[in-house]
Protein backbone atom coordinates (compact mmCIF):
# COMPACT_ATOMS: atom_id res chain seq x y z
CA UNK A 1 0.00 0.00 0.00
CA UNK A 2 0.93 3.36 -0.73
CA UNK A 3 2.06 6.11 2.26
CA UNK A 4 3.86 8.88 2.78
CA UNK A 5 6.22 9.85 5.99
CA UNK A 6 6.85 13.43 6.83
CA UNK A 7 9.83 13.68 8.63
CA UNK A 8 9.48 16.21 11.56
CA UNK A 9 6.17 17.77 13.08
CA UNK A 10 7.38 21.19 13.13
CA UNK A 11 10.34 22.49 11.53
CA UNK A 12 11.62 26.15 13.03
CA UNK A 13 14.20 28.38 10.52
CA UNK A 14 15.37 31.91 10.83
CA UNK A 15 14.55 34.36 8.39
CA UNK A 16 16.81 34.12 4.96
CA UNK A 17 17.63 30.74 6.49
CA UNK A 18 17.25 27.46 4.01
CA UNK A 19 14.03 25.34 4.27
CA UNK A 20 14.11 21.51 4.41
CA UNK A 21 10.77 20.08 4.94
CA UNK A 22 11.56 16.30 4.76
CA UNK A 23 8.62 13.32 2.69
CA UNK A 24 9.78 9.54 2.26
CA UNK A 25 6.75 7.83 0.29
CA UNK A 26 6.14 4.20 -0.53
CA UNK A 27 4.54 2.86 -3.18
CA UNK A 28 4.98 -0.22 -5.50
CA UNK A 29 4.13 1.49 -8.49
CA UNK A 30 5.32 4.98 -9.73
CA UNK A 31 3.73 7.55 -7.36
CA UNK A 32 2.55 11.11 -8.10
CA UNK A 33 4.06 13.04 -5.27
CA UNK A 34 2.96 16.35 -4.01
CA UNK A 35 3.32 19.32 -1.77
CA UNK A 36 0.36 21.42 -0.63
CA UNK A 37 0.50 24.68 1.71
CA UNK A 38 -1.85 25.40 4.46
CA UNK A 39 -2.25 28.26 6.14
CA UNK A 40 -4.56 29.06 9.14
CA UNK A 41 -8.30 28.39 8.79
CA UNK A 42 -7.76 28.29 5.06
CA UNK A 43 -7.84 25.35 2.48
CA UNK A 44 -4.77 23.29 0.79
CA UNK A 45 -2.82 25.15 -1.84
CA UNK A 46 -1.00 23.04 -4.23
CA UNK A 47 2.58 24.25 -3.82
CA UNK A 48 3.80 21.86 -6.73
CA UNK A 49 3.71 18.35 -8.13
CA UNK A 50 6.06 15.60 -9.85
CA UNK A 51 4.56 13.12 -12.30
CA UNK A 52 7.55 11.36 -13.66
CA UNK A 53 8.86 14.31 -15.99
CA UNK A 54 11.80 16.16 -14.64
CA UNK A 55 12.77 14.53 -11.27
CA UNK A 56 13.59 18.16 -10.06
CA UNK A 57 10.26 20.40 -9.56
CA UNK A 58 10.07 23.76 -9.41
CA UNK A 59 6.65 25.20 -7.78
CA UNK A 60 5.19 28.29 -6.37
CA UNK A 61 6.30 30.74 -3.87
CA UNK A 62 10.22 29.98 -4.43
CA UNK A 63 10.32 26.28 -3.56
CA UNK A 64 11.32 23.14 -4.82
CA UNK A 65 11.25 19.50 -4.66
CA UNK A 66 13.99 16.59 -5.95
CA UNK A 67 12.15 13.14 -6.36
CA UNK A 68 15.03 10.63 -5.29
CA UNK A 69 13.58 7.15 -6.18
CA UNK A 70 16.63 5.64 -4.42
CA UNK A 71 15.93 7.21 -1.33
CA UNK A 72 12.17 7.56 -2.05
CA UNK A 73 12.01 10.68 -1.08
CA UNK A 74 10.59 14.04 -2.05
CA UNK A 75 11.72 16.75 -0.11
CA UNK A 76 10.74 20.33 -0.50
CA UNK A 77 13.48 23.26 -0.21
CA UNK A 78 13.28 26.90 -0.62
CA UNK A 79 16.58 28.90 -0.42
CA UNK A 80 15.85 31.88 1.90
CA UNK A 81 12.81 31.47 4.70
CA UNK A 82 10.57 34.53 4.46
CA UNK A 83 8.40 35.11 7.19
CA UNK A 84 4.79 34.37 4.78
CA UNK A 85 5.87 30.68 4.39
CA UNK A 86 5.16 30.17 7.92
CA UNK A 87 2.70 27.31 7.52
CA UNK A 88 1.73 24.01 7.71
CA UNK A 89 3.09 21.95 4.67
CA UNK A 90 1.74 18.19 3.85
CA UNK A 91 3.33 15.88 1.39
CA UNK A 92 0.89 13.74 -0.69
CA UNK A 93 1.14 10.72 -3.00
CA UNK A 94 -1.53 9.54 -5.27
CA UNK A 95 -2.68 5.88 -5.89
CA UNK A 96 -4.82 3.80 -7.90
CA UNK A 97 -6.59 4.76 -11.20
CA UNK A 98 -9.40 6.70 -12.51
CA UNK A 99 -10.15 9.30 -9.41
CA UNK A 100 -6.41 8.58 -8.22
CA UNK A 101 -6.71 8.70 -4.74
CA UNK A 102 -4.49 11.00 -2.93
CA UNK A 103 -3.29 10.20 1.09
CA UNK A 104 -1.43 12.73 2.91
CA UNK A 105 0.94 12.95 5.26
CA UNK A 106 0.82 13.96 8.70
CA UNK A 107 2.14 17.60 8.05
CA UNK A 108 4.82 19.32 9.18
CA UNK A 109 4.37 23.26 10.84
CA UNK A 110 7.05 25.71 9.66
CA UNK A 111 7.66 28.42 12.16
CA UNK A 112 9.77 31.24 10.58
CA UNK A 113 11.72 33.35 13.12
CA UNK A 114 12.63 36.83 12.21
CA UNK B 1 -14.28 33.21 -8.90
CA UNK B 2 -13.44 30.68 -6.70
CA UNK B 3 -12.93 27.11 -7.85
CA UNK B 4 -14.02 25.06 -5.56
CA UNK B 5 -17.00 26.48 -3.06
CA UNK B 6 -18.61 25.15 0.28
CA UNK B 7 -21.58 26.25 2.21
CA UNK B 8 -21.34 27.23 5.18
CA UNK B 9 -18.14 27.62 6.37
CA UNK B 10 -18.93 27.14 9.84
CA UNK B 11 -21.54 25.01 11.54
CA UNK B 12 -22.35 25.42 15.31
CA UNK B 13 -24.91 22.29 16.06
CA UNK B 14 -26.38 19.83 18.54
CA UNK B 15 -25.25 16.03 19.02
CA UNK B 16 -28.21 14.50 17.12
CA UNK B 17 -29.00 16.47 14.81
CA UNK B 18 -28.60 16.34 10.93
CA UNK B 19 -26.38 18.96 8.74
CA UNK B 20 -25.55 19.19 5.35
CA UNK B 21 -22.47 20.79 3.35
CA UNK B 22 -22.85 22.18 -0.11
CA UNK B 23 -19.96 21.83 -2.50
CA UNK B 24 -19.69 23.23 -6.14
CA UNK B 25 -16.50 23.40 -8.66
CA UNK B 26 -16.13 25.50 -11.58
CA UNK B 27 -13.18 23.93 -13.10
CA UNK B 28 -14.64 21.47 -15.49
CA UNK B 29 -13.30 18.46 -13.35
CA UNK B 30 -14.64 14.54 -13.57
CA UNK B 31 -13.62 13.91 -10.05
CA UNK B 32 -14.87 15.22 -6.59
CA UNK B 33 -13.76 14.32 -3.17
CA UNK B 34 -14.51 14.46 0.78
CA UNK B 35 -11.47 15.03 3.02
CA UNK B 36 -11.82 15.23 6.87
CA UNK B 37 -9.15 17.36 8.78
CA UNK B 38 -9.20 16.18 12.50
CA UNK B 39 -7.38 18.43 15.21
CA UNK B 40 -3.99 17.14 14.37
CA UNK B 41 -4.36 18.58 11.22
CA UNK B 42 -4.88 14.82 9.80
CA UNK B 43 -6.33 14.97 6.52
CA UNK B 44 -8.33 11.89 5.49
CA UNK B 45 -10.05 11.43 2.54
CA UNK B 46 -13.65 10.45 2.80
CA UNK B 47 -15.15 9.76 -0.62
CA UNK B 48 -14.45 10.40 -4.09
CA UNK B 49 -16.96 10.64 -7.17
CA UNK B 50 -16.05 10.61 -10.60
CA UNK B 51 -18.31 11.49 -13.12
CA UNK B 52 -21.89 11.62 -10.12
CA UNK B 53 -20.45 7.69 -9.28
CA UNK B 54 -18.76 7.01 -6.13
CA UNK B 55 -15.75 5.11 -6.62
CA UNK B 56 -13.99 5.32 -3.18
CA UNK B 57 -16.06 4.98 0.52
CA UNK B 58 -13.39 4.98 3.03
CA UNK B 59 -15.07 2.82 6.09
CA UNK B 60 -16.78 5.63 6.82
CA UNK B 61 -20.14 5.67 9.61
CA UNK B 62 -23.15 5.26 7.60
CA UNK B 63 -24.20 8.15 8.91
CA UNK B 64 -22.29 10.39 6.41
CA UNK B 65 -24.39 10.15 2.68
CA UNK B 66 -22.44 12.11 -0.05
CA UNK B 67 -24.28 12.93 -3.02
CA UNK B 68 -23.67 14.44 -6.35
CA UNK B 69 -26.52 15.53 -8.44
CA UNK B 70 -23.94 16.38 -11.61
CA UNK B 71 -20.17 16.63 -11.82
CA UNK B 72 -19.94 19.89 -10.52
CA UNK B 73 -21.41 19.12 -7.19
CA UNK B 74 -20.81 17.06 -4.27
CA UNK B 75 -22.63 17.21 -0.68
CA UNK B 76 -22.36 15.79 2.26
CA UNK B 77 -25.44 14.63 4.24
CA UNK B 78 -24.64 13.83 8.27
CA UNK B 79 -27.18 12.10 9.90
CA UNK B 80 -27.76 12.33 14.14
CA UNK B 81 -24.13 13.70 14.71
CA UNK B 82 -21.85 12.82 17.49
CA UNK B 83 -19.04 14.95 18.89
CA UNK B 84 -16.44 13.11 17.39
CA UNK B 85 -17.77 13.98 14.12
CA UNK B 86 -15.86 17.87 14.81
CA UNK B 87 -13.58 18.47 12.44
CA UNK B 88 -13.22 20.45 9.12
CA UNK B 89 -14.44 18.83 6.28
CA UNK B 90 -12.93 19.65 2.98
CA UNK B 91 -13.94 19.33 -0.26
CA UNK B 92 -11.78 18.91 -3.08
CA UNK B 93 -11.74 18.29 -7.03
CA UNK B 94 -9.62 16.78 -9.21
CA UNK B 95 -8.97 15.98 -13.56
CA UNK B 96 -6.20 13.33 -12.85
CA UNK B 97 -3.67 13.69 -9.67
CA UNK B 98 -3.87 16.43 -7.62
CA UNK B 99 -6.86 18.23 -6.14
CA UNK B 100 -7.93 21.64 -5.78
CA UNK B 101 -9.18 22.15 -1.98
CA UNK B 102 -12.00 24.15 -0.93
CA UNK B 103 -11.39 26.65 2.25
CA UNK B 104 -13.48 24.21 4.31
CA UNK B 105 -16.22 23.99 6.80
CA UNK B 106 -15.42 24.10 10.50
CA UNK B 107 -18.53 21.60 12.07
CA UNK B 108 -18.36 21.70 15.57
CA UNK B 109 -20.44 19.43 17.38
CA UNK B 110 -21.74 20.23 20.75
Known amino acids: AQSVTQLGSHVSVSEGALVLLRCNYSSSVPPYLFWYVQYPNQGLQLLLK??????LVKGINGFEAEFKKSETSFHLTKPSAHMSDAAEYFCAVSVGTGGFKTIFGAGTRLFVKA | DTAVSQTPKYLVTQMGNDKSIKCEQNLGHDTMYWYKQDSKKFLKIMFS???????INETVPNRFSPKSPDKAHLNLHINSLELGDSAVYFC?????????FGQGTRLTVV
Open chain 2, 49 to 55: YNNKELI
Open chain 1, 50 to 55: YTSAAT
Open chain 2, 92 to 100: ASSQGAGPS
